[in-house]
């Protein structure tokens, strides 16, 4: 009975926490699929992996590098294959190497050596002259075992452990090219197995001379998960009926002298939706997979997890023997423009090579962490029992006691997970139970205030994402006059862009790209902020505003106008921390009108934005895109300037934007009235003089006058645009209905 009057007297609480408790299940056992748990959890996985990661080098596996060095030395890659076959004698002969795999594809013939070339000029004596022709055949058969280079490379892999790599692709319009190896399975080896192989379309494998000599051949084809980073690798891909082994696989294979793979079935548990393939086997080393027939790569750590020898050294006899005896070697290259650079857990920028390596090593150790089917089983069960003592026990709790206890049941769930992670190698998802936990927490502790300060959280809920929490708070006082629905009002729209920010994206790589970005916009949006002003969106590098609404606002123009000169002298102070950091030095546009505007929430069914519409905020737009052609910083319209007469102003043009019919005068803003000194003034008021001499082309009038103002402010560009003009019209007279108007028939 004490049970269900607790029940009934915190009945909310329980049913949000039991819903938050039915929803994780529902995720788990893939009848939905929250796209934000799996982020998480991917998220959990790296840094798990990152936390517990060995951090050592496995001198094992040896990496013989094509780097810039090599690059330099040898020239550029592809190299001839008498070079390869230099270097495989080397290592094998000199350095007494165990295994060689190749993390590269041989998928074209070495015509380098001008064999073809002779064979060409000998068939056509053979033709035309044939004693010469003969001749020729002769000397041509002699120098062709030093100059058939592929066959030269083709008799180094010969009789010894050499694995070539070769790729599939998934492209069903991908040409094929080389030949396969021999399968490691037929179709018939999984029959009645459903088995959810990575299916290959096509594949660039090497060239049969090559691979008739090698030892055994594997696919280095990748399969990175949905955000691009490589946490997995597939050991079997199926192609045309056949199975084939990774290249991981087949050198492993090759060094522990085992010929044949051998697939592993779990006895409980196998149904039509699920194979029960859980392992592969190479001798008594056991190898887990996923449904996919995927392995999860066990990161040593960073990049020089493993020994790098460069490749022109072991040409040149400079690698102390000692590092490459009885080791495996793998040729890869680490060469930024060669390709084999991947996204992974550990580093953001990763040899393709040393991935290889670490899945070799975590064969060869026993060591590839599992993530089987029966996880999601332990996953629910986890859910189920954590989910239902939260959901009991929280509601009846005080605040203390309820911390208490959903700290204590995170740290047992982390401690189990680490544990299983760390002595079982198994990954138990992790994610949606600490999301779980923290949603019944944060439901229990926030309800009470939530039913008691609604008012006040609708409207932040409504406009808290677009407005200041200052503004939520004026709101608040009258939180009944709000709402999204669309009205129209007199408003200020301002648009903001970063001028020439194609070329100062390119200049930066991603993650220097985001934290300019951010430390760009966050003082932008609090100089908007302070001014009383509604973010209505971030376009890229550009920055959408507005004033008037959902507060209403008799002084929005003046108050956007203050923003607009505070967003230029904020970005004055952020160029000077963009030059410590080494960062290209950016400048803005910005535009702003005043007029009549649409505002309200406004989208589709999947989402929506409070925003504005309408020809006001259109010509706002146009108007920042006008900045750069006349050389300021920001523009207003002749609108936004009767709203704001206490600022001085230097009228720049009349135009007419696209889109457009009448033209509108356009302003650039000088600053407050009484704070303007009188060089300022009488430089503005011969400005405007020359600017009514040229509208009555009385050329030589406004040209004087402007000139003189060059010479006393070269720096402005309006002067030389209008002079440039001048010296135009002079040579082609305007119509004689010209209004002194300017066209832009681009946007």
Known sequence: MKIFALLSEHGVRFGLSVAIMILMLLNANGVLNLSAINKLENFAYDMRLNMLMPRTVDDRIVIIDVDEKSLKALGRWPWSRNKLASLVDKLFDDYQVKVLGFDMVFAEKDESSGLKSLDEIKTHYLTNNQA????????????????????????SLKGRNTVLGYVFTRDINSQSSGILPPASFSESSFK??????????????????????????????INPDADGIMRRVPLLIQYDGNIYQSLPLAVAGVALEVDNIKAGFAGLGVNEKYSGLEWLKLGSHRVP????????????????????????????????????????VLLGTTAAGLLDLRATPVQT?????????????????NNIKEQPEYTNGAEM????????????????????????????????????????????NLVLPLASLLVMIAAIYFVNMSYGFFVESRGKRQLAGLFGQYVPPELVDEMAKDPESFNLEGESREMTVLFSDIRGFTNIAEDLDPKQLTQLMNEFLTPMTQVIHHNRGTIDKYMGDAIMAFWGAPLADPNHAKHALQAAISMIDALATLQQ???KKGWPLINIGVGLNTGLMTVGNMGSSFRMAY????????????????????????????????QVPDFMYRELDIVRVKGKDKPAAIFEPIGEVTQCNQATIDNLKQYHEALMHYRNQQWGLA??????????????????????RIAHFKQNPPASDWDGVFNYESK
């Open 611 to 642: 925003t504005v519409m309408g020809d006001a905020v259109n010509l706002g737009s146009r108007l920042e895109s006008l900045t750069k052609n006349y050389g300021v910083a920001i523009i207003v319209s002749e609108f936004t300037k009767a």
């Open 349 to 365: 920028v990763y040899p393709g090579v040393e991935v290889q390596a670490n899945m070799i090593a975590g064969i060869l150790d």
């Open 289 to 328: 997979v996923d449904g996919n027939v995927s392995a999860l790569i066990p990161y040593r750590g960073a990049e020089g997890s493993f020994p790098y020898v460069s490749a022109v050294d072991v040409f040149n006899n400079k690698v102390n023997p000692a590092i490459l005896k009885n080791k495996i």
């Open 703 to 724: 040209e004087a006058q402007l000139m003189e103002l060059q010479t006393l402010e070269p720096q402005r560009y309006v002067y030389t645009m209008y002079l440039k």
């Open 192 to 221: 009645g197995k459903n088995i959810a192989f990575m299916q290959a379309a096509g594949f660039g494998a090497n060239l049969d001379i090559l691979q008739n000599n090698a030892k055994s051949a594997g696919h280095f084809s």
């Open 577 to 579: 921390d963009f030059v």
């Open 381 to 424: 069960f986890l859910l189920f029992m954590v989910g239902l003592l939260l959901a009991f026990m929280l509601p009846v709790y005080s605040p203390l006691k309820a911390t208490v206890l959903t700290l204590v049941t995170t740290v047992a769930v982390l401690l189990l997970n680490l544990s299983l992670w760390q002595y079982a």
């Open 132 to 155: 010469l022709g003969q001749a020729l055949s002769v000397e041509v058969d002699k120098l062709r075992p030093t100059l058939d280079y592929d066959q030269m490379f083709a008799n």
